[in-house]
């Protein structure tokens, strides 16, 4: 059974703070994706990454940075907290390769307020 | 980019009943198509993924459906039960090998 965990499932921080938010993955997946959901919004794509090292940017990135330094490991990183990044935000992965090897499995986000 | 929608927003239907969700994407270049259930406060689970050479899949009492020339697909639920309560999100993936984009979703309530 695929697991991917998130090091929070609540989160309170204060404006400014620098937040990380940690994801793992046990399936050896190559892709892994962060997304932000907000009512009425939907998920939004904020980065994704291919491989270690490698990072691509989503739909809305501005105000986060990403790190993978390790295969099973994804970090989304905020770099100085502010209130409207006050989110539910979800990892996903998913192996490499098209057809039904794409199916994304997900995390059970973590809800993140930022006071 | 691939805009998707979902209609309707929400729904809210006695348990037996056969219910159909519906979702479409601006662009026919789609490859995949998948649906994805989400419970309250919980993260996304994978119901059923058509490939683009697909018409349809099934998975016990679910159907999807998938007609790219149109830009539509379709989840049918036969005989609701309240357990399938929850909000389901439909997404596709354009030419970008992983990334998908996904609709707002639709919130079904179903009562006994």
Not at chain 2, 56 to 67: I, K
Not at chain 2, 72 to 94: M, V
């Amino acid at each position: 059974d695929v697991k991917v965990t998130q090091s929070s499932r609540y989160l309170v921080k204060r404006t400014g703070e620098k937040v990380f938010l940690e994801c793992v993955q046990d399936m050896d997946h190559e892709n892994m994706f962060w997304y932000r959901q907000d009512p009425g919004l939907g998920l939004r794509l904020i980065y994704f990454s291919y491989d270690v090292k490698m990072k691509e940017k989503g739909d809305i990135p501005e105000g986060y940075s990403v790190s993978r330094e390790k295969k099973e490991r994804f970090s989304l990183i905020l770099e100085s907290a502010s209130t409207n990044q006050t989110s539910m935000y979800l990892c996903a992965s998913s192996p490499r390769g098209g057809g039904r090897r794409e199916t994304q499995y997900f995390g059970p986000g973590t809800r993140l307020l930022v006071l | 980019k691939q805009e998707v929608t979902q209609i309707p927003a929400a729904l809210s239907v006695p348990e037996g009943e056969n219910l159909v969700l519906n979702c479409s994407f601006t662009d026919s270049a789609i490859y995949n198509l998948q649906w994805f259930r989400q419970d309250p406060g919980k993260g996304l689970t994978s119901l059923l993924l058509i490939q683009s050479s697909q018409r349809e899949q099934t998975s016990g009492r679910l159907n999807a459906s998938l007609d790219k020339s149109s830009g539509r697909s379709t989840l049918y639920i036969a005989a609701s039960q309240p357990g399938d309560s929850a909000t389901y999100l439909c997404s596709g993936r354009g030419s970008t090998l992983g990334r998908l984009y996904f609709g707002r979703g639709t919130q079904l309530t179903v009562w006994p």
